[in-house]
T-cell receptor, first 115, second 112 residues
């Protein structure tokens, strides 16, 4: 079974500053995929960034980047130059072929961006 | 850019009634999923669907639930005899390249 743990229920950051959201996971699979999804108040699930476990290079998408530490089973999200629109719930998730690629989610981190 | 769509956006029903939630996945995707999110909780997997059959279901997905792909484009979730605890946001997703799932906007179901 796969598990995803987000240990920070809430985080806050000043506009234009950088914030890091933590995520750890556990799986017996060797080939898996990791994701961060953003859920604004509208409750839509929006893909932020993905990382293939077989890739050593950390994924980046504009102001969003990850720090993927495979041995430690850690997958943190860094948001640079935070904007008011980044305020949302952020979910870490993973899937693998051994589980029909179903997503297992963490409990989420609520990010507040202060002006 | 193609997207997953869901209807209705909101559904209010009486306990014991049947509801059907509809989804149109992205057209060239082959794997489809339903998830639910009870308010304030994490997103939970319900069922996955591939090649016109259920590939996996969670313990939540009991005989009260069923899914089908009636016409090659729609993907539906039926909940028979709804209970108060079925009140949640229900998300449909389809899987594309690089094993990435794209979510629809969700259906908010309220059971009274």
């Amino acid at each position: 079974a796969q598990t995803v743990t987000q240990s920070q229920p809430e985080m806050s950051v000043q506009e234009a500053e950088t914030v890091t959201l933590s995520c750890t996971y556990d799986t017996s699979e060797s080939d898996y995929y990791l994701f961060w999804y953003k859920q604004p108040p509208s409750r839509q699930m929006i893909l932020v960034i993905r990382q293939e476990a077989y890739k050593q290079q950390n994924a980046t998408e504009n102001r969003f980047s990850v720090n993927f530490q495979k041995a430690a089973k850690s997958f943190s999200l860094k948001i640079s130059d935070s904007q008011l629109g980044d305020a949302a719930m952020y979910f870490c998730a993973m899937n693998s072929g051994g589980s029909n690629y179903k997503l297992t989610f963490g409990k989420g981190t609520l990010l507040t961006v202060n002006p | 850019e193609p997207e997953v769509t869901q209807t209705p956006s909101h559904q209010v029903t009486q306990m014991g009634q049947e509801v059907i939630l509809r989804c149109v996945p992205i057209s060239n995707h082959l794997y489809f999923y339903w998830y639910r999110q009870i308010l304030g909780q994490k997103v939970e997997f319900l069922v996955s669907f591939y090649n016109n059959e259920i590939s996996e279901k969670s313990e939540i997905f009991d005989d009260q639930f069923s899914v089908e792909r009636p016409d090659g484009s729609n993907f539906t979730l039926k909940i028979r005899s709804t209970k108060l605890e079925d009140s949640a946001m229900y998300f449909c997703a389809s899987k594309g390249q690089r094993e990435t799932q794209y979510f629809g906007p969700g259906t908010r179901l309220l059971v009274l």
